[in-house]
């Protein structure tokens, strides 16, 4: 049960009431983000369940003890009994075995089962559903309760209270109340107060790419996807390799070259050799302040050398610096105020399509470190839809000392096989990818750089 709250937490129930989805969220409202991580110990779905009593009970204001009327669109706030009542639909157990589908065999716990019932399994009126399958633990959340950084941030804090009952969890990023407010204003007004002359060219965008569309075809509307995580230790290999050959350049600049040769290299046609990158604009605010919601831009980049990091590091070095993501930001709210229904993504998937790639890098997970992992290699997958027909949008993350990389895709639009190449080869060794090109560059080089 919830439990009895203290006096100041019933008045503030008392005075919630319901309010529209801000206009920064509305756009992102109908894109789902999943997470799944695991092994773990402890972390079952009673003490998931007990961990949602604990957010609820810090701060009932906070998204995930709300109802999300997608329709209008509303947060409708619930009671506490309302609360209990959602609990056992919103974290689920699948038990050690998945459920058939179709009158297949039940799957065993694996992070793809738990991935493959979430991905098919509706939010409605939630704004989030946990599913728990042996030692595997994932979220399907709304894109309008926060974006990627928010949401790992809530699986972490939740599953660190699972484990150990009695933790709090700190679900401000997702309580509007809690919110720096008037952020895109704020960072803006910094970002250009200090460079005005960057104002002007900031609002000039390159698009990617847009493929032609034939007539619908079978898979038009079902995202497939591809995950893999390298062993540990690949990350400090990738940095060593930084150190050695291209000292000051970033890891997201070195990842981004590896996806780059990954996929040129592949069996599927050579890819546009720009990328849509994403770009989180609180980098643009003081370090302590807390935005809820979605709070990032997907800014399309065209190096000199897609292959290489250091063109990489160059162009993404200029588009911080622009403030270009803000400007963005902000055109894309004027276009949801004057433009509420979003224009649907045509269906139809063109022929051998020269894949865009979009790119979202996590960064290191470390709230992830702590939690109770069971013995066996980490796996942590990350799925957003695709962004269209010709698209192949990946995350990555670093965890535990290991790459985990995932990709989402139309199914029908690409070889789920060669995609599937490719990205196990940016999980198992990065360097590889990036030194492939350099004569000097062989494993068994004394230049070779060997993690310490």
């Known amino acids: 049960m919830i439990g009895t709250a203290p006096e100041s937490h019933r008045r503030v129930v008392g005075e919630m009431r319901s309010s529209r989805v801000s206009v920064r969220d509305r756009v ?52 506490g009994a309302d609360i209990e009542a959602s609990l056992p639909d919103r974290v689920r157990d699948l038990g050690p075995a998945v459920p058939s589908r179709n009158g297949t065999a039940p799957v065993a716990a694996s992070p793809e089962a738990v991935t493959d019932y979430l991905r098919d399994s509706p939010l409605d009126d939630r704004p989030l559903i946990l599913a728990v399958q042996g030692p595997y633990v994932g979220i399907k959340a709304s894109h309008g ?5 928010i949401i790992d941030g809530l699986l972490a804090a939740l599953l660190a209270a699972a484990a150990e009952p009695g ?59 591809v995950t893999a995580s390298s062993e540990p230790g690949v990350v400090d290999r990738l940095r060593a ?47 302590d302040a807390v935005v809820p919601g979605n709070f990032s831009w997907g ?14 590091d160059r162009v993404l070095r200029s588009e911080l610096a622009s403030g270009r993501a803000l400007a963005m930001m902000a055109l894309r709210d004027l276009h949801t105020i004057l433009r509420p229904v979003r224009e649907p993504t045509p269906p139809g998937l063109p022929e ?19 939690l109770p992992w069971k013995p066996g290699a980490p796996r942590f997958v990350s799925l957003v839809p695709s962004a ?19 990709a989402t895709f139309l199914d029908g639009g690409f070889d789920r096989a060669d995609v599937a190449d490719a990205v196990r080869r940016i999980a198992d060794d990065p360097v590889a990818l990036l030194a492939a090109s ?15």
């Open 438 to 452: 350099a004569a000097d560059a062989r494993p068994d080089s004394p230049s070779w750089p060997q993690a310490a």
């Open 352 to 370: 051998a399509p020269t894949p865009v790639l979009t790119l979202s890098h996590l960064g290191r997970l470390t709230a992830f470190d702590s």
């Open 241 to 287: 390799y930084r150190d050695a050959r291209v000292p000051g350049v970033s890891v997201v600049a070195l990842l981004s070259a590896a996806v780059y040769r990954a996929f040129a290299t592949s069996a599927l046609s050579r890819p546009d050799p720009g990328v849509v990158m994403l770009i989180d604009a609180r980098r643009y605010l003081p370090p």
């Open 145 to 149: 309760l926060g974006d990627g950084r």
């Open 388 to 406: 269209g027909p010709g698209s192949i949008s990946l995350t990555l993350a670093e965890m535990r000392g290991a790459v985990h990389v995932s």
């Open 28 to 79: 992102w409202m109908t894109t789902p983000v999943i997470r799944v991580a695991g092994p773990l110990e402890g972390c079952g779905p009673d003490r998931l369940r007990a961990a949602l009593r604990v957010a609820y009970l810090t701060d009932p204001t906070c998204r995930v003890a709300s109802r999300l009327d997608p329709d209008h669109p509303r947060w409708e706030p619930l009671t």
């Open 167 to 225: 933790t709090g969890v700190d679900a401000r990023a997702t309580a509007p109340r809690r919110g720096w407010r008037l952020p895109l204003l704020t960072a803006a007004g910094r970002q250009f107060a200090q460079h005005p002359s960057a104002l002007v060219p900031a609002l000039r965008v390159d698009r990617p790419p847009t493929p032609s569309t034939p007539e619908p075809g079978p898979g038009a509307e079902t995202t497939a996807y």
């Open 299 to 312: 800014q399309y980049v065209r190096p000199d050398d897609p292959g290489d990091p250091r063109a990489y």
